[in-house]
Nanobody
Framework: QVHLVESGGGLVQPGGSLRLSCATS????????MGWYRQAPGKERELVAS???????TYADSAKGRFIISRDNANNRVPLQMNNLKPEDTAVYYC?????????WGEGTLVTVSS
């Protein structure tokens, strides 16, 4: 059974950084695409960044130049480095994985950007 577990969320001041991590219960090579989504209160869930098994990345316009997604194949993790955080980045961040057997979601980790 596939499990995704997010970690690294918390409270940070505007301009600060956080590094989220998504740990998978199986090798990440099983997934064609892995990504991070977020959902702010009262808003729909939206894509933040994704990365394919070949290393091709996609970013939301709001994340470009500030966030970096990568794949740690050795440790079956997908980190999301978030820099220059803004209050509007406050949301629950979810890890997502898409493979031949379906789509999988983690339970989310809360990121709060506030002074």
């Amino acid at each position: 059974q596939v499990h995704l577990v997010e970690s690294g969320g918390g409270l940070v001041q505007p301009g600060g950084s956080l590094r989220l991590s998504c740990a998978t219960s199986i090798g990440i090579f099983a997934f064609n695409t892995m990504g991070w989504y977020r959902q702010a209160p009262g808003k729909e869930r939206e894509l933040v960044a994704s990365i394919t098994s070949g290393g091709i990345t996609t970013y939301a316009d709001s994340a470009k130049g500030r966030f970096i997604i990568s794949r740690d194949n050795a440790n079956n993790r997908v980190p999301l480095q978030m820099n220059n955080l803004k209050p509007e980045d406050t949301a629950v961040y979810y890890c997502h994985a898409r493979g031949v057997t379906g789509n999988y979601w983690g339970e989310g980790t809360l990121v709060t950007v506030s002074s």
